[in-house]
């Protein structure tokens, strides 16, 4: 598609944090879509140097990151191996510290922020301070300092644009009405690969099973998320923090299809949808162009076709990840911190095979009964609980590892 004059004279320059990741390569497929719409200013990824190489070929960042040097000097390698003139290669850099430079330099306009976990988070942090535009994936971010953020959002003018589908639903349903008489935020959740699997068997399945998610395609972390629903349990929060709604206003119901991503429910009792399809590029795009809407490279709905949607309540005894989230959020202070650092533990534990499915809530639960609750009030105060949480979870995981191997028999 060809920019027209008018979009080019607008086009804006786009800092993406994670840029190897599913959001990552969907946020440039948008980008690549629409020409005239964003220049990349800098890619920040962690390790994957295979594919930021292609993805510098392709966009000619100005600067590319990389989580630590050795990445970078590998990237260097393969800039020199590509052929790349020198001329033309990036600026590299690595670190948390040259996220956040990428994040707040006066040359961007936007920053979407796709890194997984804490990460990403001084980064969008100091973005947000600078009033810049965030399109904001990375829920870790609010899961974690929700107050802080909003609270920065809120002094510094920021526009935090969702782009999780389910809140970039809700954010769509919004400027529908009156922020006044809503009564309710829907989520919608597909309910994983284990909707209907019984308690017993959950005790008994593998990575493999957890993640061959039935209807999205994403990184590892989020895919086990769904499964426990823990997922759902996070983006509970994401949802308070961003439309500023207490727990018992936001609502979960499994729907299967993943077509319906959010409801919003009207004093009167109206309920309005957002419905599009199970295509995360729709909502990146939303957020790259609000307040405007333009053709996206997303498939549309056929309502020639005969279709039909269900929607069921949660269970919270087979998933207790997501009632949980919902005690951590009413609890407030550090209990959403601990709940997230806590469960990148318990799952990264469960990918390598170290603990049951069930472990991971296990482990998360006992975390978060041992961690006293304190208010963080800077970024530091977060990354030390985190760092504390991570600590205290991975020794109940190894615990945990241990109690479940069989005793060896003595000869
Ligand atoms: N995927 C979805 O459909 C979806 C939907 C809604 C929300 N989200 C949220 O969006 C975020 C990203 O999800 P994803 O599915 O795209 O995850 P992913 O595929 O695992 O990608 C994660 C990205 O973060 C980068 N990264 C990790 N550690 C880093 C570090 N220390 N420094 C710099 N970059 C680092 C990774 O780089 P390397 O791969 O190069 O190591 C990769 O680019 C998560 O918070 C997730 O919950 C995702």
Redo the contacts with the bound molecule.
């Keep these: 598609m060809m920019a027209s004059a008018a979009q080019l004279l607008e086009m804006k320059s786009l800092t993406l ?8 390569v969907n946020s440039l497929d948008v980008v690549r879509h629409n020409p005239g719409l964003y220049r990349v200013y800098a890619l ?5 140097v295979d ?2 190489l292609k993805q510098i070929i392709e966009f000619q960042p100005e600067v590319a ?3 630590a040097p050795a990445e970078m000097n590998r990237l260097a390698a393969a800039l020199s191996d590509s052929g790349l003139p020198r001329q033309n290669w990036p600026e590299l850099a690595c670190g948390p510290a040259a ?1 956040v430079a990428v994040s707040t330099v006066s040359a961007v306009d936007m920053v979407i922020s ?4 804490v ?2 988070l001084e980064a969008t942090y100091e973005a947000v301070c600078l009033g810049k535009r965030v399109g904001l ?4 971010v609010l899961v974690s300092a929700g107050q802080l953020v909003m609270t920065a959002v809120a002094a510094h003018h920021a526009e935090l644009l969702p ?3 389910e809140h970039n639903g809700v954010h769509q349903c919004l400027r529908a009405g009156n922020r006044d008489q809503v009564s309710k935020l829907i989520l919608t959740a597909s309910g994983g690969p284990f909707r209907n699997t019984s308690k017993h068997a959950l005790q008994s399945v593998t990575p493999a099973q957890a993640l061959n998610h039935p209807t ?7 895919t086990i ?1 769904s499964a426990t629903l823990m ?1 759902k349990g ?1 983006e509970v929060i994401e949802a308070c923090w961003l439309f500023d709604f207490a727990p018992a206003q936001v609502d979960v119901v499994i729907h299967p299809q993943s077509t319906v991503h959010a409801m919003i429910e009207y004093s009167d009792g109206s309920v309005l949808a957002q419905i599009s399809a199970t295509d ?1 590029r729709m909502p990146i795009q939303y957020a790259l162009t609000w307040p405007e809407r333009w053709q996206a490279p997303v498939p549309k709905i056929d309502w020639k076709e005969a279709r039909h949607w269900d929607f069921e309540p949660p269970d919270f005894d087979r998933f207790p990840l997501l009632k949980l989230a919902y005690q951590c959020q009413q609890t407030g202070g550090s209990a959403t911190c601990t709940l997230n650092a806590a469960d990148e533990i318990a799952v990264e534990s469960f990918l390598n095979g170290e603990i049951s499915f069930p472990a991971i809530a296990a482990v998360v639960e006992e975390t978060l009964s041992r961690m006293a609750n304190r208010q963080p009030r800077s970024v530091g105060d977060i990354l030390e609980i985190d760092k504390e949480s991570r600590a205290m979870a991975r020794s109940l995981a190894v615990r945990q590892a241990a109690a479940a191997q069989p005793v060896p028999v003595r000869a």
């Design positions: 944090l994670g840029s190897t990741g599913s959001i990552g920040a990824a962690g390790r994957n594919v930021i990151v990389l989580a996220l796709a890194i997984v976990g990460a990403g994936a990375n829920k870790e782009i999780d589908s999205w395609k994403m990184g590892k972390r989020i998320d997922n996070f995360m």
